[in-house]
C-alpha cells in the first residue's frame, strides 16, 4: 500500500531529524545560544518540573540565560509555546522537501506525506505535547499556542491546491481555498485529539485515520463520497465503543 511506503519513507528521514526536547543549560551565561536551545531547555523545564514556566526571569536564572538574550528571540513565555508549534511544522516541511518525488504526488498523497511526517514529528515529542494539550487540562479548547501553526497549516494547504496536478483546483472552483484550508485544519485538530488518546501500538489506528479522513476529504470532490464516510464512520464508531 502506498500509503504505507509513505509513511516509513518519511519516518526514516525523521529519525535522523533533530528531537526538539533536547538541550544541555549553558554552563557560561556568554555562551552563544539559539532560539533551537531556549526552546529545547523550556520543553525540559516543562516535563522535568511538570508545569509550564510563565516568568521569564526564573526560567532564565534556571537555565543560565541573560534575559536580554532571551527577548533577542522572544518576547514572552507564550511566544515560546506558539514557536514550539511552528517548529515542528517547519521540520515537517523541511524533512518533506527533501523528497524529490514529492512534486510528483497526487494531491491525496501529499495531503498523507503532511500528516504522516507531522504526527511523527510529533510523535518524537509526545510526551511535550500530550502534556501541554492533555494532562495539563488544557486541551484543544485553548488554541492560542497553535494560532501560528494554523497559519502555516493553511497556507501550505492551499500551495498544495495551487499546484494541483490532479484536478483538485478544477474541482474547488465552488469552493474557495481558504474553506478547504480551514477544513483542512479542523480536520487536522480532530487527528491531533484521536492521536492523543490513542493507545495503539505504534499509534497504528492514528495510521488508519488519517488515511481514511484525507480519502474522505479529497473524495469529497469527486462524485461518490459516501463510501468513504461511511467506512470512516464506521470505524469510528468501532473505536468509540472499545
Same mark, same amino acid.
Given at each position: 500500500? @502506498? ?6 519513507? %518519511? ?10 526536547? $533536547?538541550?544541555?543549560?549553558?554552563? +557560561? !551565561?556568554?555562551?552563544? =545560544? ?11 523545564d516543562v516535563l522535568e518540573n511538570n508545569h509550564n514556566t510563565r516568568n521569564v526571569f526564573v526560567f532564565c536564572k534556571?537555565?543560565?540565560?541573560? &534575559?536580554?538574550? @532571551?527577548?533577542? @528571540? ?9 514557536? =514550539?508549534?511552528?517548529?515542528?511544522? +517547519?521540520?515537517?516541511?523541511? $524533512? ?11 494531491? !491525496? ?6 500528516? %504522516?511526517?507531522?504526527? &511523527?514529528i510529533l510523535t518524537l515529542n509526545r510526551s511535550y505535547v500530550t502534556y501541554v494539550l492533555h494532562e495539563n487540562k ?5 488554541? !492560542? ?7 502555516? %497549516? ?7 491546491? +495551487? $499546484? ?15 474553506? %478547504?484550508? +480551514? ?17 495503539? !501500538?505504534? @499509534? &497504528? ?38
Open positions: 500500500m @502506498f500509503q504505507k511506503y509513505l509513511k516509513c519513507k %518519511f519516518v526514516k528521514r525523521i529519525k535522523t531529524t533533530i528531537v526538539m526536547a $533536547t538541550a544541555r543549560k549553558p554552563k +557560561e !551565561k556568554k555562551e552563544l =545560544i539559539d532560539d533551537n536551545q531556549i526552546i529545547a531547555l523550556y520543553m525540559n534556571n537555565n543560565g540565560i541573560e &534575559e536580554a538574550t @532571551f527577548y533577542s @528571540f522572544f518576547g514572552s513565555i507564550d511566544a515560546i509555546k506558539q514557536s =514550539i508549534w511552528t517548529k515542528f511544522f +517547519e521540520n515537517a516541511v523541511a $524533512t518533506i522537501e527533501k523528497e524529490p518525488n514529492y512534486i510528483g504526488y497526487s494531491d !491525496k498523497n501529499k495531503l498523507l506525506t503532511l500528516y %504522516f511526517t507531522l504526527f &511523527e488544557e486541551g484543544l479548547k485553548h488554541l !492560542k499556542q497553535l494560532k501560528h501553526l494554523r497559519i502555516q %497549516f493553511k497556507d501550505f494547504v492551499e500551495g498544495i491546491i +495551487e $499546484t494541483s496536478t490532479s484536478g483538485m483546483g478544477s474541482k474547488l472552483a465552488k469552493v474557495t481555498k481558504p474553506v %478547504f484550508s +480551514e477544513g483542512a485544519w479542523i480536520q487536522f485538530l480532530f487527528l491531533l485529539k484521536f492521536w492523543l488518546e490513542d493507545n495503539s !501500538k505504534g @499509534f &497504528e489506528k492514528t495510521d488508519i485515520v488519517i488515511e481514511k479522513s484525507v480519502n474522505t476529504v479529497v473524495d469529497l470532490l469527486d462524485t461518490k463520497p459516501f463510501e468513504n464516510l461511511i467506512d470512516l464512520g464506521k470505524f469510528l464508531w468501532k473505536e468509540r465503543k472499545m
